[in-house]
């Protein structure tokens, strides 16, 4: 129940945000939409780690992001350093001013991108967003092995190092995920899929908004067939069932009528044929109840 990914508000790509107003009316009567955890309304979040055991200017670190929080990739800036990264500096572009140097904008251009495509699109975020995150967790032992080692020699320089630790670390966040927007364009252009080998599919909507798309329409979009092509599929499921009755598949033949008189209601031998093998078929079912007898 509290899949957000499923039914028809989620869209044909399961979309697991609900636009705003959350609430809504129709017929009268007032409705709502559940809020995300992750809203995309997020501008920035982290997390605050904090360690008693260590100098201070190595001990606390914000693992942060910008943007929808289940979008984002939480980098480390040391609470020592005394720059920022530029590209997610005050002044880089504006809330009114978008801009391909700000973390921010990128970070939005690539949720605002998925969020329609969603399924399609996911996995390819949170690949990077693993990649880069698996790797700035995995460097912190080392990374503050080393500051640890200056600090003992120089405060001055083991701030130097975390600074320019920090940094580094949201360029190459920044410089990824403006990469990313960058190949989501060209695999997932025009409503279809690349592979690694640029071969295109088209992977069209889900089963369940297909059968929406089927509900509201009816039989307007219905794919009408030409009459030669109903006499050939007639002709064709004839011969089958004919085969079919000297093969002694008498089940097979029955359901090879049916077929030809939902393509021809009025077809006067497939009735025929039809009710012979019912009734053949009946009888059969006696004489096997009475031979169990």
């Known amino acids: 129940d509290l899949d957000m990914t499923k039914g028809i508000a989620a869209g044909p790509y399961h979309m697991p945000v609900r636009w705003r107003p ?5 017929n009268g009567e007032t409705y709502f939409h559940e809020r995300p955890i992750s809203t995309p309304q997020t501008g920035f979040s982290f997390v605050s780690q904090a360690r008693a055991s260590m100098p201070r200017e190595v001990g606390g670190v914000l693992w942060f992001g910008v943007d929808d929080t289940y979008m984002t990739v939480y980098s480390p800036i040391y609470s020592s350093s005394t720059q ?13 001013n978008f801009t391909w140097d700000s973390a921010f904008w990128v970070f939005n251009f690539v949720s605002n991108y998925a969020y329609p495509k969603f399924s399609l699109v996911i996995d ?6 693993r990649r880069l995150e698996g790797k700035f967790l995995s ?9 640890l080692a200056l600090h003992k020699e120089s405060k001055g320089k083991s701030i130097d190092f975390l600074t320019n630790y920090s940094v580094s670390a949201a360029t190459e966040t920044y410089t990824s995920w403006k990469k990313l927007g960058e190949y989501l364009i060209y695999k997932y252009m025009d409503g279809t899929v690349k592979d690694e080998f640029g071969k295109i599919k088209s992977p069209g909507y889900s089963p369940e908004f297909r059968a929406e798309i089927v509900k509201e329409s009816g039989d307007k979009l219905k794919l009408l067939k030409l009459p030669g092509e109903i006499d050939n599929e007639v002709f064709e499921l004839a011969q089958k069932a004919k085969t079919q009755v000297e093969q002694k598949d008498y089940v097979g033949a029955k359901k090879s009528y049916e077929a030809i008189l939902k393509l021809k209601p009025e077809h006067a031998e497939a009735l025929a044929k039809k009710g012979q093998l019912e009734e053949m078929l009946k009888q059969m079912e006696v004489l096997h109840n009475t031979l169990l007898k």
């Open 84 to 96: 920022v990264p530029h590209n997610f500096a005050k002044g880089v572009g504006s809330f009114t």
């Open 124 to 129: 390819d975020v949170q690949r990077e967003q």
């Open 22 to 26: 959350l609430t809504w009316e129709h």
């Open 139 to 147: 460097a912190q032992e080392n990374i503050e092995s080393t500051a």
